[in-house]
């Protein structure tokens, strides 16, 4: 496996012993770019940049870094870009405002195209922070995507194309809460249940062939994140669904390197799909 300069300075900044003793500054702008893919084949991973602004400065000085954002409980603008291979792109914008009252309104725009797909979604959400470290809301999730594929007979040989469209409607209900413990940082807990209508059709672009169908499904999303400290955590992830029950672990760690900036690693496992290898994400985090 090869892995390119970038690649390479960003496990150097994970992997050194010799970081200057950093200040936890409040912050109003938080940058980050990261670098994420399987180890079976880390080459054909994902280029992410992400921004966001807060309306009000933000504190990290005593909760968790990778929560000190959902923990300001403040009004946000954000935004990010995804590149990889076979064409793929991805753009999403999104923005919170949260009332006096502490009710939140939350929106979001994401479109995605390759070589064989374009997606669009559009996520809207009302909630409530119930208390300084916990949230409930109900969101409504629209997505559309276009899909254009190859039919191949048994020989191997391109029968035919086709076009598909598939467009799915999700209602959710979902509880986050972070809870501080005296020997280690705390627990991020959440949860959320997901009703979703699936509408499918696909025209076979050679006979003129149509075919459509629709489906529901009910999933129901458990998780936790354990943070020993305010920068390592450790986590699992359940999901009830009617065919398969996916599951599996992660765990984070989040590296002061300055007053500014951060060093970020990610590694996941998922048991359920099983799934070779594990997922890697690292990155390089700016916060001023």
Not at 19 to 43: C, I, K, P, R, V
Not at 264 to 275: G, H, L, N, Q, Y
């Amino acid at each position: 496996m090869t892995i390119n300069r970038l690649n390479l300075a960003l496990l150097f900044a994970l992997t050194s012993t010799t970081t200057l003793a950093a200040t936890d500054n409040t912050y109003q702008h938080d940058a980050s770019l990261e670098y994420a893919g399987s180890s079976e084949a880390f080459d054909d991973g994902t280029w992410n940049t992400n921004y966001r602004y807060y309306f009000t400065p933000v504190s990290q000085d005593t909760v968790p870094y990778a929560l000190s954002g959902f923990l300001a409980q403040t009004s946000n603008l954000g935004g990010s870009y995804s590149k990889g291979e076979y064409g793929f792109s991805s753009f999403s914008v999104d923005g919170e405002y949260v009332f006096a009252s502490k009710w939140f309104v939350d929106a979001q725009y994401q479109t995605s195209d390759s070589d064989y797909f374009d997606f669009d979604s559009y996520n809207l959400s009302f909630g409530y922070y119930f208390n300084l470290t916990s949230a409930i809301y109900a969101t409504y999730v629209k997505d559309d995507s276009d899909l254009n594929g190859l039919l191949i007979g048994p020989q191997g040989n391109i029968n035919s194309y086709t076009r598909s469209n598939f467009s799915t409607d999700r209602f959710i209900l979902g509880v986050r809460s972070f809870i501080p413990l005296q020997s280690t940082s705390g627990i991020d807990l959440k949860g959320q249940l997901a009703f979703s209508k699936f509408d499918y059709s696909t025209k076979n672009m050679q006979t003129g062939d149509n075919y459509s169908d629709s489906d529901d499904a009910t999933v129901l999303e458990l998780s936790a994140d354990w943070y020993l400290t305010r920068a390592w955590s450790v986590g699992a992830n359940y999901s009830v669904q009617e065919d398969t029950d996916p599951y599996g672990i992660s765990t984070a760690y989040h590296w002061r390197l300055t007053d500014s900036f951060s060093a970020i690693a990610r590694v996941s496992k998922s048991f359920e799909p099983d799934e070779d290898g594990v997922f890697l994400s690292l990155g390089i985090n700016g916060r001023f």
